[in-house]
């Protein structure tokens, strides 16, 4: 499978634990965005980085809040001491910036995140 | 004023009907913009592109007016698989982040 894989697909932590989660994204994109998303809403843009460079985190975003993208290929976003209102679906997408379908963006299926 | 706006849903159509959603985006420097479909449970997916006045594939239309920084989906002879959420996408501009509406909830009726 070729497409933007995310691990773990569900995540059921207890308030104040430290999870981390993975995004593979499709290996020739050099933008990978990390979005969050709860029941009856669109995505909520987190932040995005191209290739190793994290450009833009939203200013909504909780220090709490980290990602990463160390050899511009895999990402991991860590959430710490989680909070009941972290519970989300926590979407990663890939596009290849510039290049051919005008940057089509692609998604990976998402990390559930329930926090206790 | 939110960065971009969609029409409130749930829609509920029969079976055959033509249906239309509005986005409206506060940016006025976004280029290119794009609906995605994302079914219950599921990620969102690439429905349509619209760079430049509008485009149409089959049954769905998508128009852009620079003017009043709108965007419109419309499904023509709607079926019962056409029932999803509708995502107006729209990005800051070709280097920064890409921005989702809240979503338009469509549902089909026999």
């Known amino acids: 499978d070729t497409g933007v894989s995310q691990n773990p697909r569900h995540k059921i932590t207890k308030r104040g634990q430290n999870v981390t989660f993975r995004c593979d994204p499709i290996?020739?994109?050099?933008?990978l965005y990390w979005y969050r998303q709860t029941l009856g809403q669109g995505p909520e843009f987190l932040t995005y980085?191209?290739?190793?460079?994290?450009?833009?985190k939203s200013r909504l975003l909780s220090d709490r809040f980290s990602a990463e993208r160390p050899k511009g290929s895999f990402s991991t976003l860590e959430i710490q001491r989680t909070e009941q209102g972290d519970s989300a679906m926590y979407l990663c997408?890939?596009?290849?910036?510039?290049?051919?379908?005008?940057?089509?963006?692609?998604f990976g299926e998402g990390s559930r995140l329930t926090v206790l | 004023r939110k960065e971009v706006e969609q029409d409130p849903g749930p829609f509920n159509v029969p079976e055959g009907a033509t249906v239309a959603f509005n986005c409206t985006y506060s940016n006025s420097a976004s280029q290119s913009f794009f609906w995605y479909r994302q079914d219950c449970r599921k990620e969102p997916k690439l429905l349509m592109s619209v760079y430049s006045s509008g485009n149409e594939d089959g049954r769905f239309t998508a128009q852009l007016n620079r003017a009043s920084q709108y965007i419109s989906l419309l499904i023509r002879d709607s079926k019962l698989s056409d029932s999803a959420t509708y995502l107006c996408v729209v990005p800051e501009s070709s280097a920064s982040k890409i921005i989702f509406g809240s979503g338009t909830r469509l549902s089909i009726r026999p």
């Open positions: 290996s020739e994109h050099n933008r």
């Open positions: 997408a890939s596009r290849l910036a510039g290049g051919p379908g005008g940057g089509e963006l692609f």
């Open positions: 980085f191209q290739n190793e460079a994290q450009l833009e």
